[in-house]
C-alpha cells in the first residue's frame, strides 16, 4: 500500500468515524449539560482516552486477533505490514469471515434505519419504508437467508460469520434502545445520578456506539494501525464538535442519511469481498465522500431555504 492509498483510507476512515458518530454526539452533549465544568473537563479530554485506544485500538486489534487463530498479538497488529508469507497467508484465509460478520451488521444497522428510525426524508422512497416498519424483521431474516446461503457455496465458516454478524447487531440494538431510554429518563427532570455514574454512562455508551464505526472501518482496511489513526482523528472531531458546534451538526438534517447510506455501501462492499468479488481499495473511502458530500449539500440547501 502505497503513501496515496494510505492517505485516501485514513481519510475515509476518519470521515466515516465523524459522521456514524453523530448521534453519539449529541447524547453526550445533552447529558455534559447536565453536569459539573470539571466533570465535562474529565469526559472531554480524559475519555478521549479511553474511546481512542481502549475501543477504537483495541476492538479491531482483538477482533482480528480472534479471526485469525494462526496470529499472535503482535501479528494481529502489524500483519498488513509484514514480509511473512504466513502471516499473511492467515490474515487472507481469515478475512472473508471476518468481512461477511461485519458486512452483515452494517447491512442490518441500514435496513432498521429504513423502516424503523425517524429520520428527515432525504430521498425518494424512504416514506414509504418507514410507514411499513413492521415488516423489518421478516426483511431482515430473508436477507440473512440469502447471504447464508450464498456463503456455504464458498465456505461454512463464512456462513457463520454472517450469523455472527446478525447476532452482534441485534446485540448492540438493544444496548442501543436502552441507551436511548435512560437519556431520556436523565434528561426528563432532576436526577440522582452522580458526575461519576454519568461519566461512566457515557462511556458505555460511546462504546455501545462506536461498534458501528469499528466493523465499517474493516471495509477500508484491515490494517489496524490505519484503523487506530482513521478513526482516532475521527473521534478527536467528534468530541470538538462535542464540545463547541454540536447545535450547527444539527442544522445539518441530512448528515444522518449520509452516514447511513454510506454504512450501507461499506456493508454490501464487505459482504461481497467475503464472497470472492474483488473491489478497489478505493472504492469505500470514495463512495463514503461522495455519498457524504451528496447529503451534505443537501443539508447547506435545506438551510439556505429555511432563511
Known sequence: MNILSMFLVVSGLCLFEIISSIDNAI???????????RARRWFLIYGLLIAVFLIRALLPWFIVWVATPGLGPLEALTATFSDDPEVKGAVEKSAPVLLMGGGVFLVFLFVHWLFLEEKNYGLWGEPFFYSQ???????AS???????????AKNNMIAFGAVVGSTVFFITQGFKINAERAERSLLAGPSNMSDISKILYLEVIDATFSIDGVLGAFAFT???PLILIGNGLGAVVVRELTMRNIDRIKKYRYLKNGAMYSILFLGLIMVAESLGHEIPSWASPILTFAVVGYFFLKSKRAMIKSF
Open 142 to 152: 430473508i436477507i440473512l437467508v440469502i447471504v447464508v446461503w450464498a456463503a456455504m
Open 133 to 139: 416498519g413492521v415488516w423489518f424483521y421478516a426483511v
Open 222 to 224: 484491515l490494517s489496524i
Open 27 to 37: 447524547i453526550n452533549a445533552e447529558v455534559l449539560s447536565t453536569m459539573s465544568a
